[in-house]
């Protein structure tokens, strides 16, 4: 089976990066992470993709005039990996509509809730507040409606008595830590399997 090429997109702890490599060592394919591209100097990414051996690109969004002067970069530096897919792992940037058609149908994005439900920031608190029994995480499609494109899956977790933010985050990041490496596996194999046989010889 042709490998995939993943690129991973991130803003800071990397997290979930460490996760998607980790999958990608254990399974030996049917992908691998080829190159991290991050936002922000500095971020722990970077970190986690260089001690995996991770070509990296910083595409620092301070410096842009504009976001589609940000996007355009970030889109140059995207496509010098040459990757099948692109995953957004923790990646704090709105993107503007140019960018998201050009990635259509080959960008994912993790989101720590179940979408519809709390789109945006602060999902963990705005659960709580709401005093919700369950709550999740979401991979899905990126489209050009904020945490709005096709729902991919969702990993379900229970929230509980004494919960704060922070209990309820630690629950819900483990299950991001399975969710999207289970995804992007899927993703991988249904391209594969979607490509003519010479493909990847
Ligand atoms: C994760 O919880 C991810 O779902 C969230 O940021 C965190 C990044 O953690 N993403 C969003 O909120 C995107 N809307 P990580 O850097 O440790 O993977």
Not at 87 to 105: C, E
Not at 143 to 169: K, N
């Amino acid at each position: 089976m042709a490998l995939a090429r993943v690129t991973v997109l991130a803003s800071g702890r990397g997290s979930n990066l460490a996760a998607l490599i980790a999958a990608a060592e254990r399974a030996a394919g049917p992908w691998a992470v080829t190159h991290v591209v991050c936002n922000r100097p500095g971020a722990r990414a970077l970190v986690v993709a260089t001690e995996h051996g991770i070509a990296t690109t910083l595409v620092d969004h301070t410096t842009y005039a504009s976001r589609a002067d940000f996007d355009a970069a970030l889109a140059t530096a995207i496509d010098r990996g040459e990757p099948d897919l692109v995953v957004l792992a923790g990646f704090m940037r709105v993107l503007g509509d140019a960018f998201v058609a050009r990635y259509a149908g080959r960008m994912l994005n993790i989101h720590p809730s179940l979408l519809p439900a709390y789109p945006g920031l602060h999902t963990h608190r705005r659960a709580l507040a709401d005093g919700v029994t369950e709550h999740g995480c979401t991979v899905h499609a990126v489209s050009a409606a904020v945490d709005g494109g096709a729902i991919v899956d969702q990993a379900r977790v229970p929230v509980l008595p004494g919960d704060d933010e922070a209990t309820l985050a630690a629950r819900v990041l483990e299950a991001e830590h399975r969710l999207l490496p289970s995804a992007v596996t899927r993703w991988c194999i249904a391209r594969a399997r979607s490509l003519p046989p010479e493909a990847g010889r």
